[in-house]
């Protein structure tokens, strides 16, 4: 079973930049793609960025794409996505999940998920 744990979020302004890591205890962690969806309020989840298993490949959706870089530890079982330049639009419940089945930018495609960490960007 695979547990992941997001930390990071918090308050910023326009402008700022956070970083979110996501932890997965467990030996498995480096045998998954890893996927950064985000879900603000009234709106559906959607797919941020992803990064295969060996971290040779990255992938964004168009909106934060030169803002956000996702980037994985595998030592430390780890998944990060940095946002620099974060804009209020960016405002919302940010989620990593991992997967083993091929397409990346779905969340169907994701069997495990955090609990999710709270972004909030000011204007």
């Known amino acids: 079973q695979v547990q992941l744990v997001e930390s990071g979020g918090g308050l910023v302004q326009a402008g700022d930049s956070l970083r979110l890591s996501c932890a997965d205890s467990?030996?498995?962690?480096?045998?998954?793609?890893m996927g950064w969806f985000r879900q603000a309020p009234g709106k559906e989840r959607e797919f941020v960025a992803a990064?295969?298993?060996?971290?040779?490949?990255?992938y964004y959706t168009d909106s934060v794409k030169g803002r956000f870089t996702i980037s994985r530890d595998n030592a430390k079982n780890t998944v990060y996505l940095q946002m620099n330049s974060l804009k209020p639009e960016d405002t919302a419940v940010y989620y990593c999940?991992?997967?083993?089945?091929?397409?990346?930018?779905?969340?169907?495609?994701?069997?495990?998920w955090g609990q999710g960490t709270q972004v909030t960007v000011s204007s």
């Open positions: 999940a991992a997967t083993t089945r091929p397409v990346l930018t779905s969340q169907f495609e994701y069997d495990y």
């Open positions: 990064i295969k298993w060996s971290g040779g490949s990255t």
């Open positions: 467990r030996r498995t962690f480096r045998r998954y793609d």
